[in-house]
């Protein structure tokens, strides 16, 4: 039967190490550390290079390495608050340093809840919330809020989510998908602009929901290349190639989705994805380690 593949969080192939690009890799990671080092030695308010500030959304890794004085840097904080998964990097390495200042930019992602409280779980840290604080995320991102119930074997939680669901179905993207779920007798058709309002919750329910007549088309998730990679690379979707040529304004997700389709072992297709980066994520702050993952593996092709 054919599947659907898994949600990716963040991209990973561009950072895969491999004996070719292991030591560039290390390198380029030195040099955006450092580079993020100098600019806190000069202070709050000195530039930091834009393809740093580019790159730590997509390796929020990194952060532990720099230490929670990246918050005193006006440009980064801000960009830390406005990025939940660098705001749990932090919380997680700088318990103690960050997570007063820092939990509250977490609330309001389900999965950055699930992974915190997972974390505090298995660690035995004391959060100074309770988790009471970070349910109405969770019910509300139903599908943290459903992995957290099940991984604590909370069932009130399961309940809670579930009403709400059919509560605010017409709403939420996530209430609707769930409801939708639970009531296959349901008509599709008035939940359709609400599903996509969510591009998370729509790839998610595409599966499912695509035997009853849920389409996702490339204009309705707007310019996300994230996602565009999701649906390119979902054997559900149709209209396939618009997804993928969607996908190509961002280096890391167009690595992601040719090792998804297998390109990354084909030359022509190979180089078909280096001209795509080359000519359409021109000024990505990823283009120039997208570029050199590809020339790695051109020149040791059986790495691939």
Not at 61 to 66: F, H, K, S
Not at 84 to 113: D, H, K, N
């Amino acid at each position: 039967m054919t599947t659907h593949p898994p949600i990716v969080s963040l991209p990973q192939i561009i950072w895969r190490r491999t004996p070719a690009a292991a030591e560039w890799q290390k390198s380029y990671e030195r040099w955006a550390v450092n580079e993020v080092q100098r600019a806190l030695a000069f202070g709050p308010k000195s530039p930091v290079q834009p393809d740093v500030v580019g790159l730590l959304p997509y390796r929020p890794d990194l952060l532990p390495r720099i230490g929670p004085g990246i918050l005193e840097h006006e440009q980064l904080r801000a960009l830390v608050q406005a990025e939940p998964a660098c705001g749990l990097a932090l919380v997680i390495a700088f318990f103690e340093e960050t997570a007063a200042s820092l939990v509250r930019f977490i609330e309001g992602s389900g999965e950055c809840v699930y992974h915190l409280l997972k974390w505090a779980e298995e660690t035995g840290r004391t959060l100074r919330e309770p988790e009471s604080i970070f349910r109405g995320t969770l019910i509300a991102d139903s599908y943290w809020g459903f992995q957290h119930a099940k991984r604590t074997r909370n069932a009130s939680l399961v309940t809670d989510i579930l009403a709400w669901a059919a509560d605010e179905r017409h709403n939420y993207s996530a209430a609707a998908a769930y409801f939708l779920f639970n009531h296959p007798q349901e008509p599709i058709a008035p939940y359709r602009d609400v599903l996509l309002a969510n591009p998370f919750y729509a790839y998610l329910a595409l599966p499912r929901l695509s035997l009853r007549g849920f389409a996702v088309a490339p204009e309705d998730i707007g310019p996300a290349p994230k996602w565009a990679c999701h649906f390119a690379w979902s054997p559900f979707s149709t209209r396939q190639d618009e997804f993928i040529a969607r996908t190509s304004s961002d280096p890391a997700w167009t690595v992601e989705l040719a090792a998804t389709l297998g390109w990354l072992t084909q030359p022509h297709k190979l180089a078909q994805v280096g001209e795509t980066i080359a000519r359409a994520a021109n000024g990505h702050a990823l283009q120039r380690p997208a570029m050199r993952f590809l020339l790695d593996l051109k020149q040791a092709p059986a790495a691939a």
